[in-house]
Each structure stands twice: as C-alpha cells, then as structure tokens.
C-alpha cells in the first residue's frame, strides 16, 4: 500500500509540473540551496577571482615595479571536484621579458601549522614588519615599511599558505585532515606548485623553494614529491633554521644525541646575557662557540654515552665545564644527570632576575609568573613579534593587496593530529633530500642557521648534513652560512643585510646567472 501511495503522488506531482506554465514549471524544477547539495558543490568549483594591484620599490638603488596577484588555487581530485583552497600572494617583477631566465621562489614557513607571513613580511617581500634593529619589539599600532632587503630583485616569489592555514582551507571540514601528514602536506603543496607553474607557464624558469623551521622538512619532502611525482626539478633550495632528521632535536626516551648538539647554542644564549666566565665573554661569540663545538662533540658525547659509569672525577670534570659553557651552577647541572632541558635551561639561566629566555630566540626574555617554575612558561620571543606580524598582515592584505575576506586568517593553525609517519621512529627527510640531491646532480642546497635559536640548534643541522647520504662530489652543492640571532635571524637588522647578499649569491649561482 505504502509503495503504491508513494507511486500515485509521483505521477501526480509529475502531471501537476507538466500542465504548469512554463517559466513556473522552471522555477518549481530548481531545487533549493542545500548545505551539502551538488548546487554547493558546483559553486565551490568555480575559479575563485584574484585580487591583482601594481606597486613599486626601490632595491639597491634601482626602482622596480612590480605586480601581486592574492587569492586562491582549487586544488581539486580525480572527478574534478574541489577538495581544498590554498591562498597565496604571488609577487611578479614587471618587464620579465625571457621567463626563462627570471627564477621563481616558492615560500613557506613551518609548524606545521603556520602560515607563510613570517618570511613574507620579515626577510623576502617588499614590505617588512617594522621592528627595533636588533629585532625588539615596538609598542602597538604597528606598521609596515619597505624592505629594501626583499630578494625580488632577484627572483619572483610565491607565498604559499598550506591547508588549514592562513586562508587556506579544506572543502569539506570533516576531511582537512586528509592533507595533515609529512606525506600528505607534501603532496598538496607540490600539486599546487604544478598548477601555479602551469598556469603561468613558468615550466621553463629556474625554480626553487625556501622554507623556514617545519618549512624545511617540507622542502626536502616536496624535492622527492616535485621530481617523482611531477618530474620538476629545482635549481635550488634554501633551508632557514633547519630540521630535517627529528632525532637531532628530541631528547628523552634514549635519545642523548639532542643535549649534545643544543649545548653550543645553549653556549651562545648565555653569552648574549653575560653568563658566562670572564674570558669567555671576551672572545667573540663564533670563538667560543668552536670551543663549545669541540667539548660538546668531544668529552660531553663521550661522557653521556658512559651512562652511570661515569663517577668520580671524570664526572667532577665533565660538569665543570659544562657549567663554563652553559652558564648553569655545577650542582643544578648534577641534579639534572648532565641532561639540563630546553624547557629546564630557558627558566634556569636567569632565575636571578625571575627572567625566561625565547626558544625561538634565545635572546629575548619575559617575566614568569611562578619564580620557583622549573619549566618555561611560554616564549617571549614569540610573544614579542606574533602580534605586530598578524596585525600588519590583516592590514595589508585588504588595504594594499585589494583582497577582502572576511574569515579569519590563520597565523597558526591547529593541523592536528599530525600524522609523522610510522609509529616509534623519528621523522628523517634528510634521506628523501640525499635522494633529491643523487637524482638531480645540478640541485644546490643553502642553509641558514642562527646561534642563539633553541628551536633548531645549528650544531643539529650542521649534524645533519655531515651524515647526508651523498656523493663527495655534491656536498659542493651544499652552502651553510651562520647568524648571530635566532630562528628568525632575519629580525635582527645586520643579520637581515647579511642574509640578502647571501641568498642572492645562492640563487645567481644555483641559477646558471
């Protein structure tokens, strides 16, 4: 009975339509907007307007003028649907009349979960967050100046924001964490980097990324995903705070090898705020850190590989000098069995003054609310820029790249959980890059490392590249320059000058120019 009542309403409904007029019957045939329906589907695929706006700047004496194109790239599945939106700001130099020797730079920072404002508004785009030179913060309302030190003299470059960050977001919220992954994030972001590429026909130009912290390991991952999956080979990459073999930074859980590689930087912190002996803090800093290097990889590896066997005077010896070169007291030192944390040194160093020291860098400090804490508390060298960095953005992206939305832009994101791959190893894409490296022999590497960063320690990434996988031959392709600041050494004025001219030799010479 249920069937044939359901088949007469049918046909009555069918007849009804039939005998309707014929702008009426059109009308009652569109179905209503759903959340969810093939009308929202359709919508969600069609090619999303770029914000376009012209600008100009003076580099080197030289005015350049030059376009920005801001909005978003679908990234789309097999079927043609939209999985993900992925926002950029794409900066062009204008009168690039042979692409084929004009380099192109994809940019992006780490997290993962952070979007690309920090190397966009910090070291390569025309404009920079104005800071104190020595990269201090400044009271609020913050503001933006040209960055006469931007690198798009010398190449164009794309700012990439990966999914779940910035503006970037999944079709379907349910399904973002389908690009939360080492390989997953990989994979979007070279099918982004293909499709920008294809459509603007810039196959042919010299092509390289740069990616800072997290944005390292996705470099490296894209190197193996771009040749591959695309057959794209890069000219060059460049490495800003790097972290490519995770064991290098992870202590705890059996892992020694992270306290011998961040005591340096622990040496170059403590330097910066007068901790260590006199005459110490006499020499310059890259000075003390060789004697550092040299105790670190030394006497301290081999101290921490003896476990509890080391007693007596060796141990005595051992914590002497790691409290010359740490700026810690030997009895603080003995408690924490030679092991002083990241987390245990940045509250320890200054306890005299109830102070906490950046982790990001080493040479900020920030008051902690609890002076028995025997952690830190939070990061004051994240909290001295965050803020001036999303607040110029959100200014600049409406009032100067003409591109208006309304949904907030997300500095750093929440991508979790991440997936890192298989269960009880240590994320290691060093290999994927010696693999890069083998396959393309004409790829150049550039790795830029700073001392007083306790996020990535320098002697972790000059670590390494000593045990990559590769030829002798191309370690030739390899260049490692050093800063006196931290993760964002750019911040730093003389660091910020200095990494120009250093990038820019890198990518005339990884371009054939």
């Known amino acids: 009975m249920l069937r044939l009542t359901c088949f007469l309403l049918s046909i009555f409904t069918f007849i009804s339509l039939s005998w ?41 004496g030289q005015k350049l003028d030059y376009t920005v194109k801001t909005g978003l790239m679908p990234l789309k599945d097999a079927e043609g649907k939209t999985t993900a939106d992925i926002f950029y700001i794409a900066y062009t130099k204008d009168a690039s009349s042979d692409l084929t020797k004009r380099p192109l730079t994809f940019s992006f920072n780490g997290g993962p979960g952070s979007s690309s404002v920090w190397m966009h508004l910090g070291l390569l785009g025309p404009r920079r967050v104005k800071l104190k030179e020595d990269g201090s913060p400044v009271p609020p309302p913050y503001e933006l100046v040209d960055n006469e030190y931007s690198l798009l003299d010398e190449t164009d470059i794309v700012f990439i924001d990966p999914v779940g960050t910035g503006y970037s977001r999944a079709a379907k919220p349910e399904e973002a964490k389908k690009f939360f992954g080492v390989n997953e994030d990989s994979q979007s972001v070279a099918e982004f980097i293909r499709l920008y590429v294809t459509k603007n026909s810039r196959w042919t130009s010299p092509k390289f990324l740069i990616g800072e912290s997290y944005g390292t390991t996705r470099a490296a991952a894209l190197s193996g995903e771009l040749s591959k999956r695309h057959r794209m080979n890069l000219n060059g990459i460049m490495l800003v705070s790097t972290v490519l073999n995770f064991q290098t930074i992870r202590d705890g859980d059996g892992n020694d090898l992270p306290h011998t590689l961040f005591l340096p930087s622990f040496t170059a912190v403590a330097w910066h705020h007068h901790k260590l002996p006199e005459d110490l803090q006499k020499l310059p800093l890259p000075e003390v850190l060789k004697q550092a290097e040299a105790f670190a990889m030394g006497d301290y590896n081999q101290a921490l590989m003896l476990g509890f066997s080391l007693n007596g005077d060796k141990r005595k010896y051992i914590l002497a000098q790691m409290a010359r070169y740490t700026g810690l007291s030997v009895a603080y030192l003995d408690r924490a069995d030679l092991r002083p944390s990241l987390q245990r040194f940045s509250v320890e160093l200054l306890r005299d003054k109830d102070l906490q020291v950046g982790r990001f860098d080493g040479r900020y400090t920030g008051h902690v609310r609890d002076r028995l804490t025997e952690s830190s508390e939070g990061d004051p060298s994240a909290d001295a820029v965050f803020s001036a960095f999303a607040s110029t953005f959100n200014q600049y992206v409406r009032s100067e790249l003409k591109y208006e939305e309304d949904k907030p832009y ?56 000593d045990h990559l996988s590769i030829a002798p031959e191309l370690r030739k392709n390899l260049t490692l320059d050093d800063y006196t600041a931290g993760h964002m050494m750019y911040l730093n004025l003389p660091d910020l000058k200095k990494q120009k001219v250093d990038l820019a030799k890198f990518i005339h010479m990884a371009s054939g120019q």
Do not use: C, Q
């Not at 994101?413 to 490296?437: H, I, K, Q, R, Y």
């Not at 830029?448 to 990434?461: H, I």
């Open 20 to 60: 309707a007029e014929p702008e009426a019957a059109d009308k009652k045939s569109a179905p209503p907007e759903k959340e969810g329906g093939k009308d929202k589907d359709k919508e969600a695929d069609k090619p999303k307007p770029l914000a376009e706006s012209k600008h100009s700047i003076t580099i080197n």
């Open 410 to 465: 997300e500095i750093i994101a929440s991508v979790g959980p991440w997936n890192w791959g298989a269960d009880n190893e240590f994320v290691n894409v060093a290999e994927t890059l010696a693999n890069s490296m083998t396959s393309n022999p004409f790829l150049k590497i550039h790795i830029s490392s700073g001392y007083t960063d306790l996020a990535t320690p320098y002697l972790a990434t000059r670590y390494t590249f």
